[in-house]
C-alpha cells in the first residue's frame, strides 16, 4: 500500500510538473508561430502588391512611349499637315496591330479627330475635352492615364469593343446593394502624345488604349511575374485582379467549374475602404471559392478620382497547413517529453520506494517477534539515514529482548532473592512490553513517513538550489537535473531527424555537392589543420537526387571526421562510377582514431553516441536520406587505422547520359 502510494503520487507530481509547462510552451509556441507567419504572409502580400503597381506602371510607360515615338513618324504629322487621310490608314493599321492596340486615333491640333483606325469613316468630332487629350495639346508632352470610357465613346471605335466592355453583373452575397445589373462601360490604359511638324509646330495629337475589360493580359504577366506560377496542391498560389468600380473585369481567380470569375463583385468592406475613402486593404479576404490573405489598392484616373481596384492575394491555405504542422510538431514533443518524465519518475520511484517498503515488512516481523531483521540499502541521502537509524534501533530492540531472556533463566537459582528477583523480572517484563510497543510504533512511522517523504521528493528540483557543491546530496540532485537537460537535448535532436521530407529530386551530380560542402566547412576553424584531399572521377554521371539531402549527408559525414581528427590529419573524398551496379559511389576517409569493433554495428542507431555532447542523431539522419534515395551507406574503420564513411546512390533513367559540370 505505502509502495503504491509513493508511486503514484511521484508519477503524478512529475508528469503535472512536465505537461503543464508543456502544453503551455506549447500554447504560446503556436500563438508566436500564427502570429509570425500572418505576418510574414502580409508582407509578402503587400511585396506583390507593390509588384503589380509596378507592372501596371511599366505596362503604361511603354504603351505612352510607343505612342510617343510613333507620333514622330512623318507619314502622321505630313498626312495632317496636308489634311490628307489617304495615306494615313493603312500605316495607322500596321500600328494598331503591331502595339496590340484598341484604339488608336489622331486629332488636329484643336483636338478634332482627323482619323479613327477602327472606324475611319467616322471623324470630324472634338475630344479636346479629354483631360488626356487636353494634357498632350496644351503642354506638348506624352501622357498616360487610366480612364473609364462610356459605351458611346467605345462604340464609336467599334462596336465589338462596346460589346467587350458590356457585363452582366452576377449577384455577389457579401456585395453592397448597388441595384446595378449590368456594366456598359469600358476601363482603358490610354496614352497620348503630341505630334510637332520638323520645326517644332504643334500638328495634333497621336492617341492609343487598350481596353482591360476582359482582357487577362495584364493580370496573367502580374502573376507570373510575381508569384511565378506557383503551385500548392495543384492550385494556383497567387492571383490577380482588376476592378471597374466593384466589379471583376478582368481576373484569374476561378469559378468552381474554372471559369475566370469575372462580372462578380468585391464585398461591401473593401468597396467602402478602397473606393469610397480611397485608402488600400488588407487582410484575410474569402474571394469566390477559397481563403486569401489579400490586398486592394484603388486605381485613380489622371484627375485622381478612384475609378476601380488593383488585387492581389495570396492563399491561405499553405499558411494554415504550416501552422497545423506546427501544432503537431509541439503536441508531439509534449507526448515524448512527458513519456520521458514519466519513465524516470517510475524508476525514481521504485528506487526510493524500496527500502520505505522493506522498512514496513521488518517492522511487522519485529513486531511479531522476529528480531533478526537488518533493511540492507546505502545511500548519502535522508532515506539512507533513515534506514540506517532502523536498523540501530532494531539492534538495539534484540539485545535488550535478549538481555530479558537471560534474566528469565538465571531467575530459579536466586532463591534467596526471589521476591526482589520477582519484582525485576517484572520490571524487566514491563520494559520488553514497552520495547515491543516501541517496535510497534516504529511500524507507525514507517507508514506516516510516506507524507513528508512525498513532500521532500517532489521538491527535488528545488534542493539543488539550495545544497551547497559539498554536500553529499549535491551529486544525486545534479544528476536528476544534468539527466532532465540531456533529455531536452535529445527532444530537439529528435525534431530534425523526424522533418523527414520527401526528396525533391532532380539531376544532381555528387562532385558538386563534394565541392559545396568543402567550400562550406573548408575555412572552419576545426578544419584548419585537416588536409582535404579529392580523387573525384571526371566522368561521373548525374543521380536524380534532392540536393539538398545529399549536401546534409556528405556534410554529416565531413563533421564526424573533423570531430575524431581535432589533432589534425587528412580528409579523402572518393567518387566513381559503378556502371555494372549503376550506382555512383562516394567515400569519405579520415585518418582519425577509428571506431572500435564493439560498436560499429550501433553506429547508426538513433541517439548512440560517444561524444558527451552529441546527440547521435547525425549519421542515423544520414542513414534515412541514403535509404529514401534507394541508396546504401555503410562504415569501413579499424582503430588506429582511420574511418571511411561509403555510401551509394542509383543513378535513376535519365541520368546515366545526363552530364553536369564537374567540380
Same mark, same amino acid.
Given at each position: 500500500?505505502?509502495?503504491?502510494?509513493?508511486?503514484?503520487?511521484l508519477?503524478? @507530481?512529475?508528469?503535472?510538473?512536465?505537461l503543464?509547462?508543456?502544453?503551455i510552451?506549447?500554447?504560446?509556441?503556436?500563438?508566436?508561430?500564427?502570429?509570425?507567419?500572418?505576418?510574414?504572409?502580409?508582407?509578402?502580400?503587400?511585396?506583390?502588391?507593390?509588384?503589380?503597381?509596378?507592372?501596371?506602371?511599366?505596362?503604361?510607360e511603354r504603351?505612352?512611349?510607343?505612342?510617343?515615338?510613333h507620333?514622330?513618324?512623318?507619314?502622321?504629322?505630313?498626312?495632317?499637315?496636308r489634311?490628307?487621310?489617304?495615306?494615313?490608314?493603312?500605316?495607322?493599321?500596321? #500600328?494598331?496591330?503591331?502595339?496590340?492596340?484598341? #484604339?488608336?486615333?489622331?486629332?488636329?491640333?484643336?483636338?478634332?479627330v482627323?482619323?479613327? %483606325?477602327?472606324?475611319?469613316s467616322?471623324?470630324?468630332?472634338?475630344?479636346?475635352?479629354?483631360e /488626356?487629350?487636353?494634357?498632350?495639346?496644351?503642354?506638348?508632352?506624352?501622357?498616360?492615364?487610366?480612364?473609364?470610357?462610356?459605351?458611346?465613346?467605345?462604340a464609336?471605335?467599334?462596336?465589338?469593343?462596346a460589346?467587350?466592355?458590356?457585363?452582366?453583373?452576377?449577384?455577389?452575397p457579401?456585395? @453592397?446593394?448597388s441595384?446595378? %445589373?449590368?456594366? %456598359?462601360?469600358?476601363?482603358?490604359?490610354?496614352?497620348?502624345?503630341p505630334? /510637332?511638324?520638323?520645326?517644332?509646330?504643334?500638328?495634333?495629337?497621336?492617341?492609343?488604349?487598350?481596353?482591360?475589360?476582359?482582357?487577362?493580359?495584364?493580370?496573367?504577366?502580374?502573376?507570373?511575374?510575381?508569384?511565378?506560377?506557383?503551385?500548392?496542391?495543384?492550385?494556383?498560389?497567387?492571383?490577380?485582379?482588376?476592378?471597374?468600380? =466593384?466589379?471583376?473585369?478582368?481576373?484569374?481567380?476561378?469559378n468552381?467549374?474554372?471559369?475566370?470569375? &469575372?462580372?462578380?463583385?468585391?464585398?461591401?468592406?473593401?468597396a467602402?475602404?478602397?473606393?469610397?475613402?480611397?485608402?488600400?486593404?488588407?487582410?484575410?479576404?474569402?474571394?469566390?471559392? *477559397?481563403?486569401?490573405?489579400?490586398?486592394?489598392?484603388?486605381?485613380?484616373?489622371?484627375?485622381?478620382?478612384?475609378?476601380?481596384?488593383?488585387?492581389?492575394?495570396?492563399?491561405?491555405?499553405p499558411?494554415? =497547413?504550416?501552422?497545423?504542422?506546427?501544432?503537431?510538431?509541439?503536441?508531439?514533443?509534449?507526448?515524448?517529453?512527458?513519456? &520521458?518524465v514519466?519513465?524516470?519518475?517510475?524508476?525514481?520511484?521504485?528506487?526510493?520506494?524500496?527500502? &520505505?517498503?522493506?522498512?514496513?515488512?521488518?517492522?511487522?516481523?519485529?513486531?511479531e517477534?522476529?528480531?533478526?531483521?537488518?533493511?540492507?540499502?546505502?545511500?548519502p541521502?535522508?532515506?539512507?539515514?533513515?534506514?540506517e537509524?532502523?536498523n540501530?534501533?532494531?539492534?538495539?530492540?534484540?539485545?535488550?529482548?535478549?538481555?530479558?531472556?537471560?534474566?528469565?533463566?538465571?531467575?530459579?537459582?536466586?532463591v534467596e532473592?526471589?521476591?526482589?528477583?520477582?519484582?525485576?523480572?517484572?520490571?524487566?517484563?514491563?520494559?520488553a512490553e514497552?520495547?515491543?510497543?516501541?517496535?510497534?510504533?516504529?511500524?507507525?512511522?514507517?507508514?506516516?513517513?510516506?507524507?513528508p517523504?512525498?513532500?521532500?521528493l517532489?521538491?527535488?528540483? /528545488?534542493?539543488?538550489?539550495d545544497?551547497?557543491?559539498?554536500?553529499?546530496?549535491?551529486e544525486?540532485?545534479?544528476?536528476i537535473? *544534468?539527466? %532532465?537537460?540531456r533529455?531536452?537535448?535529445?527532444?530537439?535532436?529528435?525534431?530534425?531527424?523526424?522533418? +523527414?521530407?520527401?526528396p525533391?529530386?532532380?539531376?544532381?551530380?555528387l562532385?558538386?555537392?563534394?565541392?559545396?560542402?568543402?567550400?562550406?566547412v573548408?575555412k572552419?576553424?576545426a578544419?584548419?589543420?585537416?588536409?582535404?584531399?579529392?580523387?573525384?572521377?571526371? *566522368?561521373?554521371?548525374a543521380?536524380?537526387?534532392?540536393?539538398?539531402?545529399m549536401? +546534409?549527408?556528405v556534410?554529416?559525414?565531413?563533421?564526424?571526421?573533423?570531430?575524431?581528427?581535432?589533432?589534425?590529419?587528412?580528409?579523402?573524398?572518393?567518387?566513381?562510377?559503378?556502371?555494372a551496379?549503376?550506382?555512383?559511389?562516394?567515400?569519405?576517409?579520415?585518418?582519425g582514431?577509428g571506431?572500435?569493433?564493439?560498436?560499429?554495428?550501433? &553506429?547508426?542507431?538513433?541517439?548512440?553516441?560517444?561524444?558527451?555532447?552529441g546527440?547521435?542523431?547525425?549519421?542515423?539522419?544520414?542513414?534515412?536520406?541514403? =535509404?529514401?534515395?534507394?541508396?546504401? #551507406?555503410?562504415?569501413?574503420?579499424?582503430?588506429?587505422?582511420?574511418?571511411?564513411?561509403?555510401?551509394?546512390?542509383?543513378?535513376?533513367?535519365?541520368?546515366?547520359?545526363?552530364?553536369?559540370?564537374?567540380?
Amino acid at each position: 500500500m505505502i509502495q503504491t502510494s509513493i508511486r503514484a503520487r511521484l508519477i503524478s @507530481s512529475f508528469t503535472a510538473a512536465i505537461l503543464v509547462p508543456s502544453l503551455i510552451s506549447a500554447a504560446v509556441g503556436v500563438w508566436m508561430i500564427d502570429r509570425q507567419i500572418t505576418s510574414q504572409a502580409q508582407s509578402h502580400v503587400n511585396a506583390d502588391l507593390q509588384g503589380a503597381n509596378e507592372i501596371c506602371r511599366n505596362y503604361l510607360e511603354r504603351l505612352e512611349n510607343a505612342i510617343r515615338i510613333h507620333a514622330t513618324r512623318m507619314i502622321i504629322y505630313g498626312a495632317l499637315g496636308r489634311k490628307d487621310r489617304g495615306p494615313l490608314e493603312p500605316e495607322m493599321h500596321n #500600328i494598331l496591330q503591331a502595339e496590340r492596340l484598341d #484604339i488608336l486615333t489622331v486629332t488636329d491640333a484643336d483636338g478634332t479627330v482627323f482619323h479613327r %483606325t477602327r472606324n475611319p469613316s467616322l471623324y470630324g468630332d472634338r475630344l479636346a475635352e479629354d483631360e /488626356l487629350i487636353h494634357r498632350a495639346l496644351r503642354y506638348k508632352i506624352p501622357v498616360s492615364d487610366i480612364a473609364i470610357l462610356p459605351q458611346a465613346e467605345l462604340a464609336k471605335e467599334s462596336a465589338e469593343l462596346a460589346s467587350q466592355a458590356h457585363m452582366e453583373i452576377t449577384p455577389t452575397p457579401m456585395a @453592397s446593394r448597388s441595384g446595378k %445589373t449590368r456594366e %456598359t462601360s469600358g476601363m482603358m490604359f490610354r496614352a497620348a502624345a503630341p505630334v /510637332l511638324s520638323p520645326d517644332g509646330r504643334l500638328q495634333g495629337v497621336l492617341y492609343g488604349a487598350v481596353l482591360i475589360n476582359r482582357n487577362y493580359e495584364i493580370v496573367d504577366k502580374i502573376r507570373k511575374v510575381v508569384f511565378r506560377e506557383v503551385l500548392y496542391k495543384g492550385r494556383e498560389v497567387g492571383t490577380v485582379t482588376i476592378f471597374q468600380d =466593384d466589379v471583376r473585369i478582368a481576373t484569374n481567380v476561378l469559378n468552381a467549374d474554372g471559369t475566370r470569375a &469575372i462580372t462578380t463583385r468585391a464585398s461591401a468592406e473593401v468597396a467602402d475602404e478602397v473606393l469610397r475613402r480611397g485608402h488600400t486593404w488588407r487582410g484575410r479576404a474569402f474571394v469566390v471559392n *477559397d481563403w486569401y490573405i489579400a490586398a486592394y489598392t484603388p486605381m485613380k484616373d489622371i484627375k485622381d478620382r478612384t475609378i476601380g481596384m488593383l488585387y492581389v492575394g495570396t492563399l491561405e491555405r499553405p499558411y494554415t =497547413d504550416s501552422l497545423w504542422r506546427s501544432l503537431f510538431i509541439f503536441l508531439g514533443m509534449t507526448v515524448l517529453g512527458v513519456a &520521458i518524465v514519466t519513465w524516470v519518475a517510475i524508476v525514481l520511484a521504485h528506487r526510493i520506494s524500496l527500502p &520505505i517498503h522493506a522498512m514496513a515488512e521488518a517492522a511487522g516481523k519485529v513486531a511479531e517477534g522476529d528480531y533478526a531483521q537488518r533493511v540492507d540499502y546505502s545511500s548519502p541521502d535522508e532515506i539512507g539515514h533513515l534506514v540506517e537509524r532502523f536498523n540501530r534501533m532494531i539492534q538495539e530492540l534484540a539485545r535488550t529482548t535478549q538481555e530479558l531472556m537471560d534474566w528469565a533463566a538465571n531467575l530459579e537459582s536466586k532463591v534467596e532473592d526471589r521476591t526482589s528477583q520477582v519484582k525485576a523480572m517484572q520490571n524487566q517484563l514491563l520494559q520488553a512490553e514497552k520495547l515491543a510497543a516501541i517496535g510497534k510504533l516504529a511500524a507507525g512511522v514507517a507508514h506516516e513517513i510516506n507524507n513528508p517523504l512525498t513532500g521532500i521528493l517532489t521538491s527535488g528540483s /528545488l534542493m539543488l538550489e539550495d545544497v551547497p557543491p559539498d554536500d553529499p546530496r549535491h551529486e544525486e540532485l545534479k544528476i536528476i537535473v *544534468d539527466e %532532465t537537460m540531456r533529455c531536452r537535448k535529445i527532444v530537439k535532436g529528435l525534431l530534425d531527424f523526424a522533418r +523527414q521530407t520527401k526528396p525533391q529530386k532532380q539531376a544532381v551530380s555528387l562532385n558538386q555537392v563534394i565541392a559545396d560542402v568543402v567550400n562550406l566547412v573548408g575555412k572552419q576553424a576545426a578544419f584548419r589543420d585537416i588536409d582535404i584531399q579529392m580523387d573525384l572521377a571526371a *566522368d561521373l554521371p548525374a543521380v536524380m537526387a534532392d540536393q539538398d539531402q545529399m549536401r +546534409q549527408v556528405v556534410l554529416n559525414a565531413v563533421l564526424n571526421a573533423a570531430e575524431a581528427m581535432h589533432q589534425g590529419g587528412e580528409l579523402r573524398f572518393t567518387s566513381r562510377h559503378d556502371s555494372a551496379g549503376k550506382t555512383v559511389e562516394v567515400s569519405i576517409a579520415d585518418t582519425g582514431p577509428g571506431v572500435p569493433d564493439d560498436i560499429k554495428d550501433k &553506429i547508426f542507431d538513433p541517439f548512440f553516441t560517444t561524444k558527451k555532447t552529441g546527440t547521435g542523431l547525425g549519421l542515423a539522419i544520414a542513414y534515412g536520406i541514403v =535509404d529514401r534515395h534507394g541508396g546504401t #551507406i555503410s562504415i569501413r574503420s579499424r582503430p588506429g587505422h582511420g574511418t571511411t564513411v561509403v555510401f551509394r546512390i542509383p543513378v535513376e533513367a535519365g541520368g546515366e547520359n545526363e552530364q553536369l559540370p564537374q567540380a
